[in-house]
């Protein structure tokens, strides 16, 4: 079992979408903590005893395995992003086991988003998932609501 965390993580190999996460997070008053190397991990160790405070953490998907949160949402499951552009075909695996361990880390809430088409793991698991419309800072803004 992972460390679990109640604040809600947001993942994705879309530094944009990172970007825009980050950006609308600051504007509404979120403190953001970021997972994105491996000195970003020991600093949230290390802090984790002292209470580290974060409304929200980023972080790429591998980032988060041995992780736990409330509620992860995965921005940018989209066609061409995820499995990554440059991956062969029969490499796909690797990037399906990522995607997988990211979803996983989710307790109680997941949320799944995409640009235009959905990757192809998307679309695998479609009729085991809600669908509702709307932008990644929506979602975000209603998890921060319920807190």
């Known amino acids: 079992m992972g460390r679990r965390y109640s604040f809600p993580e947001g993942v994705s190999e879309n530094e944009g979408i990172l970007d825009a996460v980050r950006r609308e997070a600051e504007r509404t ?8 190397r491996i000195a970003d991990v020991d600093l949230w160790r290390e802090q984790e005893g002292g209470g580290l405070e974060a409304g929200l953490v980023l972080s790429r998907l591998e980032a988060v395995k041995g992780f736990e949160f409330d509620t992860v949402i995965v921005c940018d499951l989209s066609a061409g992003v995820m499995p990554r552009p440059d991956t062969p075909p029969e490499e796909h695996w ?5 995607v997988y361990s990211a979803l996983t880390r989710a307790r109680d809430e997941l949320i799944l988003t995409y640009v235009g088409k959905p990757s ?4 695998a698991i479609a009729d085991h998932v809600e669908t509702h419309d709307g932008a990644v800072t929506e979602q975000l803004a209603l998890v921060m609501a319920r807190r």
């Open 29 to 36: 008053g979120v403190h953001c903590h970021e997972l994105f």
């Open 94 to 98: 690797r990037d399906a086991a990522v």
């Open 120 to 123: 192809e793991f998307l679309d």
